[in-house]
Nanobody, 124 residues
């Protein structure tokens, strides 16, 4: 069974940066595409970023493009989300997810495993 554990969330001022980490265990990490999603109170879960199994290809949601960077370390079984130039509207619970495919995945229903989420709060 795959387990995903996010860390790195917290409170930051607008314009600041945070780096989220998601530790993967239970299966072979390099067999999974990974993604980050977020959900703000009263809103639907939103796609943030995704990365291919090898890390060679990435894809971003329009609202974070140019500010966030997803990466992965297949030796450390970890996926990261570097978030720069944070805005109050980035405030949400951030979730990492794993899909047992090699390609980029943006649809939530294609992800099999989810972490418990980490809160990111950006103050104005």
């Amino acid at each position: 069974q795959v387990q995903l554990v996010e860390s790195g969330g917290g409170l930051v001022q607008a314009g600041g940066s945070l780096r989220l980490s998601c530790a993967f265990s239970g299966r072979t990490f390099s067999n999974y595409a990974m993604g980050w999603f977020r959900q703000a109170p009263g809103k639907e879960r939103e796609f943030v970023a995704a990365i291919r199994y090898s890390g060679g290809s990435t894809y971003y949601g329009d609202s974070v493009k140019g500010r966030f960077t997803i990466s992965r370390d297949n030796t450390a079984n970890t996926v990261y989300l570097q978030m720069n130039s944070l805005k109050p509207e980035d405030t949400a619970v951030y979730y990492c997810a794993a899909a047992p495919v090699y390609s980029i995945v943006t649809e939530p229903f294609r992800y099999t495993y989810w972490g418990q989420g980490t809160q990111v709060t950006v103050s104005s």
